[in-house]
């Protein structure tokens, strides 16, 4: 990873603490004669270096927040790289470990003759279970055709009889008056 750069970085800072030491009591009473002007004007010496200094910070603040954001752009993509190798190596494991854990259940229920026999008993009961379960089921949908069947013949040995019943009435009353026709005509 790159690294800020000491020697430039450090060269403002020491100008500047040099700055601020009093060099001789000259200096000093050149400084207070100063700083009484200072608020109304400043000197063109002392707003150069106040432009040097903030151009030093800006500077090295950018510097920094440009290796803060490359350095979290290079660690989001080694996620991303990461997550991508692991999760296949994860799902690989896990049916590995469900495939060991089948086989060693499957050679646990069939190690010896007893549990093999034990298992077999399992396998026929539940095969039996299954059986009964479909015989019964069959037997129910035999009896509901069956009943089906019974209601649908006696509505349809009703349906018969009454008309049976009908056409013998009206067959009877013709007769009677083709009977009655045919004595008139004779």
């Known amino acids: 990873m790159p690294t800020s750069p000491t020697t430039p970085a450090s060269r403002p800072k020491a100008r500047a603490k040099a700055a601020r030491k009093p060099a001789s ?13 200072r608020g109304t004007t400043q000197s063109k010496a002392t707003r150069a270096k106040a432009a040097r200094t903030r151009a030093t910070h800006q500077t090295e603040a950018a510097l920094r927040q440009t290796q803060t954001a490359t350095r979290d752009t290079a660690e989001v993509v080694g996620d991303y790289a990461e997550r991508a190798v692991l999760i ?16 060693s259940d499957t050679i646990s229920s069939y190690s010896s003759a007893a549990k093999a026999q034990a298992q077999l008993r399992r396998f026929e009961r539940r095969g039996i279970t299954a059986r009964n379960r479909l015989e019964r089921e069959v037997r129910k949908a035999r009896v509901r055709v069956e009943r ?10 009703k349906t018969v009889e009454s008309r049976r019943d009908v056409v013998a009435k009206n067959g009877s009353e013709l007769a009677n008056r083709v009977q009655e026709r045919v004595l008139s005509l004779v």
């Open 148 to 157: 089906e069947l019974r209601q649908r013949r006696r509505e349809l040995e």
């Open 88 to 103: 296949p190596v994860g799902a690989a494991l896990i049916a590995r470990d469900r495939v060991v854990s089948t086989v």
């Open 25 to 37: 009591s000259k200096a000093s009473s050149a400084r207070r004669s100063r700083s009484t002007t």
